[in-house]
């Protein structure tokens, strides 16, 4: 297991840690969520030993492998099937050393060991990850050197996925992702069969692929079971325990101070006055929870133009001449929510670009009312922000004549407040730099706002932000992102880019993503029918006994749960005076789970044999 100790760490005379200690046990996929800032990479970076520690202590069991993304893959010459290959240094060594090896002993040794690995399938298994992070078969000879930085950090997490370390370290890795990568991940970590560890800002990955959240606030680490809804469930319940203690106490502090109030010059009640400024000395000062600073995002209001905003017959749009989009037909009004799905290289960027104004249409009539305003968010914008300049400096530059009071608050609307005003960009943070790109599209009160990937940076608080932002403004909205969480909660229609076509998605997003994740599976081949032997009676008696057993089996498992949920909800066992016990609750409920699979799956199976007997 992973344990972290009362560790201790500051950067630049910033404690990021202060007797900070969690357990996560061997196997358990853990999300670790904080504000931006607080040291969850820092942390990450701990762990693998890259920084030394002020105090304390982090352990975890001798010869395990610890994998991460530190960097995007190199731009060489070799294949991008070859790099994923070469990042499982134990079976590239072990290859070589069967080239090379004489001594029987030795041969025999590799060769088993290959085995162990199942190094013969490794291609294949290589091949899948690629394909899973949006890299097509064709595409998976090519070299490096032919895919952008953030198509190599792609690669790079298909190095480390197939390379299966012990304790798999991912710092955002959706980031770099298409929603359809992301589901991918999703599904692919929630079967890993190591340890995870997680660092995301994305609800839906938080609530699918892990188990537990570890929660850094306070220089402090607590670890909840569950994912996220059931970790902020679980958090407000205790904050709202924290803030009733709080309340209690400083009632009863103000009850004893009005007795000292009115009797402590009466020499009758002197005495009792004494002993309750005593006690009100001895009461331990219990703070209420301090409230993080919430973030905002204030979007101008554009004002309302007539319908509709933009229309489009029979138009096509590409480059150099060839067409990617064709045959479109759409319409967008100023209260439309669109998101657009498609895999990566289906031309939502291109479409995304055509109704920006940033693309110019190659066939077809397209109608732009005359008085609409667009403003264009994408990722890359953000890497365009001048890094020798302040925020400040940035909006003055557009708007010299509004002053610096109205170019600061139009940042703190965007979340950005005075030090951030005047700091520099390149000394920004990732979600600082995001907040900022999105102010400068929307300085105009665009009718139309199309956003591409507006949440890579930005934490779950932020997150929460644009999509209040995004209810309530008046304009109209294109959206890609890889998070269903803010798509679900801001679109209300759905266009799927597909084979050089726009058309409406008729399904909801779980659809999407259930026809995502089956796609590529292959169809398996029909038996070959058999006739069934039918079964006697003292068979059909022993499968019922079976079946019964199990859920038998199931119920007990189902009682100790509502029983376990019912003590891990008790606000009071998150106290640090009882962080052991905590502990050791989180196991039994992590081994409840296991059990639980464990038994439905033998119920299933039971239930299928009975069925089939029956059926004979």
């Keep these: ?20 200690s969690a357990t996560i046990p061997t196997g358990h996929k ?40 530190a960097q995007e893959a190199p731009a060489s010459e070799i294949s991008l099937l070859e790099t994923v290959l070469a990042a499982d240094t134990e079976r590239a060594a072990l290859l ?81 992702l298409d929603l359809e990568g992301a589901l991918w991940l999703e599904s692919y970590l929630a079967r890993y069969p190591h340890t995870v560890l997680l660092i995301s800002h994305d609800r839906d990955l938080l609530n699918r692929a892990v188990g537990s959240i570890l929660h850094l606030e306070n220089r402090k680490l607590t670890l909840y079971t569950g994912g996220y809804d059931t970790f902020a469930a679980t958090r407000a319940a205790r904050r709202a325990s924290e803030a009733a203690d709080a309340r209690r106490q400083a009632d009863r502090k103000a009850h004893l ?28 000062a219990t703070a209420p929870p301090e409230d993080p600073a919430r973030t905002v995002f204030t979007f101008p209001e554009p004002e309302e133009i007539s ?24 319409r967008i009004d100023q209260d439309d929510r669109i998101a657009l799905l498609g895999r990566n290289g289906e031309g939502k ?74 700091t520099e960009v390149a000394r920004l943070s990732g979600g600082q730099k995001a907040r900022l790109s999105l ?59 597909r084979a050089g076509a726009v058309l409406p998605w008729e399904g909801d997003l779980e659809d999407y993503r259930r026809m995502l994740l089956t796609a590529d599976e292959a169809p398996k081949p029909a038996p070959k029918p058999e006739k069934p032997k039918k079964a006697g009676r003292e068979e059909m008696l022993a499968l019922r006994a079976e079946v019964r057993r199990c859920e038998e089996r199931l119920g007990k498992l189902s009682e100790m749960r509502t029983k ?8 009071g066992l998150y106290d640090e005076a009882r962080k052991v016990e905590l502990e050791q609750w989180t196991i039994k409920f992590a081994e409840l789970e296991e059990a639980e699979h464990r038994a439905e799956a033998l119920w299933l199976e039971a239930q299928a044999r009975l069925e089939a007997a029956g059926q004979a």
């Excluded at 297991?1 to 910033?14: A, F, W």
Aim: with cysteine; net charge neutral; charged share 25%.
């Design 1 to 20: 297991m992973l344990k972290i100790e009362d560790i201790t760490y500051s950067v630049e005379g910033r404690p990021l840690f202060e007797g900070a």
């Design 30 to 69: 853990v999300g670790l969520v904080g504000r931006n800032g607080t040291g969850k990479t820092t942390l990450f970076r701990l762990i693998r030993g890259e920084l030394a520690l002020e105090g304390g202590a982090i352990s975890i069991p001798q010869r395990a492998r610890i994998g991460g993304v």
């Design 96 to 176: 070589a050393e069967a080239e090379t090896a004489t001594d029987p002993v030795r041969i025999a040794e590799v060769q088993a060991r290959l085995a162990d690995i199942d190094a013969w399938s490794a291609e294949g298994r290589a091949s899948a990850i690629l394909k899973g992070l949006g890299f097509e078969p064709e595409q998976q000879g090519l070299p490096c050197s032919a895919f952008s930085g953030g198509w190599r950090m792609r690669v790079a997490l298909a190095g480390v996925l197939f390379a299966q370390p012990d304790y798999l370290l991912l710092d955002e890795p959706t980031n770099y």
């Design 257 to 284: 101070q009005s007795f000292v109030d009115r009797f402590r010059y009466k020499a009758s009640k002197a005495r009792q006055a004494q002993s309750r400024l005593k006690m009100i000395e001895r009461l331990t």
């Design 307 to 330: 319908p509709p905003i933009i229309t489009m017959e029979g138009v096509a749009v590409g480059y150099d001449g060839r067409a990617v989009l064709s045959r479109l037909n759409q």
């Design 349 to 422: 960027s291109t479409l995304s670009k055509l109704l920006a104004g940033k693309l110019a249409s190659m066939a077809g009539k397209m109608v732009v009312s005359s008085r609409l305003r667009v403003g264009y968010f994408a990722q890359h914008q953000v890497d365009e922000l001048r890094v020798d300049e302040t925020p400040l400096q940035h909006i003055l530059r557009l708007r010299p004549d509004e002053g610096q009071g109205k170019a600061r608050a139009r940042l703190a609307g965007f979340g950005l407040q005075a030090a951030q005003a005047d």
């Design 439 to 497: 102010l400068l599209a929307t300085i105009d009160a665009p009718h139309l706002l199309i956003l591409d990937e507006p949440t890579n940076h930005l934490d779950i608080d932020s997150r929460e932000a644009l999509v209040e932002a995004l209810t309530d403004y008046s304009g109209a909205v294109i959206l890609v992102s890889h998070d269903m969480h803010l798509l679900s909660l801001v679109a209300d229609r759905l266009w799927l880019v």
């Design 564 to 571: 376990l949920s019912e003590k891990m909800a008790d606000p």
